[in-house]
């Protein structure tokens, strides 16, 4: 079984991949992590990327800037548009061969842009992370270091969280009480083991 979490920027889906992870037993992979891979001298996004035009974006030692490709990034949406076509593909590629390779066990994939890549199908059971937006501009404030305007863009430039929600299985809301947070966990956990078991 699948299972993808997603969800907007600083809404927690990291901390509700990893918890989810460890009451389920299950494998738990990050498609930004797979990216950073994929983006690393010699991986196969490397090499199509600066085939495709992404050699200006390569610093003094060969690697790619992710600085200055995520600050163009923001700015340029065919370069958006053409890094994803690229990664996309690969990231879910992963993610399936994964599950192919442990058939019992299930797998948790932290998938960002999980309904925009149009690959949700390839998930048995999507799950959206969802946070107040006060609260989400105070983690990503303390944790990228930013202003709350950048933060606000990046929000304004995403899929609406309702819309992820809605589309979605289930709803984890992830707000200011850890606590609560870890209950709605705990109710889904036994829901999702009843059917992998089933």
């Not at 035009?53 to 790619?64: K, P």
């Not at 065919?78 to 890094?83: I, N, R, T, V």
């Not at 593909?89 to 998938?111: D, G, H, R, S, Y």
């Not at 925009?116 to 199908?121: I, M, P, T, V």
Request: glycine share 8%; with cysteine; net charge negative.
């Amino acid at each position: 079984m699948i299972i993808g979490v997603t969800g907007g920027i600083g809404s927690g889906k990291s901390t509700v991949a990893s918890r989810l992870g460890k009451l389920l037993s299950a494998l738990v992979l990050n498609a930004d992590d797979i990216c950073r891979e994929l983006l690393e001298p010699g991986g196969e996004g490397y090499t199509r990327f600066v085939r495709s035009g992404g050699e200006r974006f390569l610093d003094g030692g060969g690697a790619i800037d992710r600085r200055r490709l995520r600050e163009e990034m923001f700015r340029n949406a065919a370069l958006k548009e053409l890094l994803e076509s690229i990664l996309h593909p690969l990231v879910f590629k992963k993610i399936t061969e994964t599950a192919e390779q442990n058939p019992q066990t299930a797998i948790i994939a932290e998938v960002p842009l999980l309904f925009e890549s149009g690959r949700y199908q390839l998930f048995d059971i999507v799950i959206s992370v969802f946070s107040p937006r006060e609260r989400v501009l105070e983690r990503v404030v303390e944790r990228d270091k930013v202003c709350p305007e950048a933060v606000l863009e990046i929000i304004a430039a995403q899929m609406p969280p309702e819309e992820k929600n809605r589309r979605a299985d289930y709803v984890i809301e992830n707000g200011f009480d850890l606590q609560e947070t870890e209950k709605q966990l705990a109710a889904l956990a036994a829901k999702l083991r009843q059917r992998i078991s089933g």
